[in-house]
């Protein structure tokens, strides 16, 4: 029995891998960007016997059910191609970036969640108030706003209009990252004990993450307002707070 549900969970993981290479292999296919003008160039492009080498190279030239399986095959064994922009390996780049991007969007839901619950519970508990108004503004704002619509708007009014967020990126220009350790700004340089650049680092994370939490602050104050406003509904909390009034009459 137990045999017979792990083969087929097995099976369905596997169904679903397979799918999901399908569906990254034949996107990758129906963009309508020309490989060959991205990594040759147009004067390279021209030349007849250079498209048909890089074709051959990376096999563009054979049908497409072989393209399938030799990305499958590349997969496997941990190729995922060449980067169109860098030029090198993409799991290079991935190494690379990954650190920043844990970085960020550890920092977007550390502030989504302490900020959510926050806004929630003040809406909840002075509901109807100015309070209450600012936090599902903001939610909704949030909510319904694009990311990188809201990224343009932080940056120009933050950064360009009141010069109050620093330069983009992970440290100024004339700062040096710490030693890497794990590639985080902020752990590495507590790790190497210059607070300075962790306060940089933090200092450029609060606006980037801030536009990253946007849409999931905004869930979150909306649902711990709806649960706040249920749970003081109660008949339990209603006797509590007869008791206490009750208490101070005294």
Do not use: C
């Amino acid at each position: 029995m137990l045999l017979s549900y792990v083969s087929r969970r097995l099976a369905a993981v596997a169904g679903l891998t397979a799918a999901a290479t399908l569906m990254v292999f034949l996107i990758a296919h129906a963009v309508p960007a020309d490989p060959v003008l991205a990594m040759l160039g147009d004067r390279a492009a021209s030349d007849p016997a250079t498209v048909a080498r890089f074709r051959a190279h990376w096999g563009l030239n054979k049908p497409l059910w072989q393209q399938y399986l030799i990305f499958l095959d590349g997969l496997t064994h941990g190729d995922l191609g060449e980067s169109i922009i860098t030029r090198r390996p993409v799991l290079h780049d991935i190494a690379q970036f990954a650190p920043a991007t844990v970085e960020l969007a550890t920092t977007a839901a550390i502030m989504a969640a302490l900020l959510g619950v926050l806004l929630g519970v003040l809406a909840s508990v002075m509901r109807d108030s100015w309070v209450d108004h600012l936090a599902r503004s903001l939610s909704l704002i949030g909510t319904a706003a694009p990311t990188f619509w809201l990224a343009f708007l932080m940056l120009a009014l933050f950064y360009g209009g009141l010069q109050l967020a620093p330069s983009p990126g992970r440290l100024a220009l004339s700062e040096s990252p710490p030693p890497t350790v794990t590639g985080l700004y902020t752990v590495d340089s507590l790790i190497a004990g210059e607070y300075g650049n962790f306060l940089a680092s933090l200092a450029h994370l609060i606006m980037p993450g801030a536009v990253l939490a946007a849409a999931t602050l905004g869930l979150i104050t909306r649902t711990m307002r709806a649960s706040m406003l249920d749970i003081l509904g109660k008949e339990y909390i209603n006797v509590a707070r007869a008791k206490v009034m009750l208490f101070e009459m005294r």
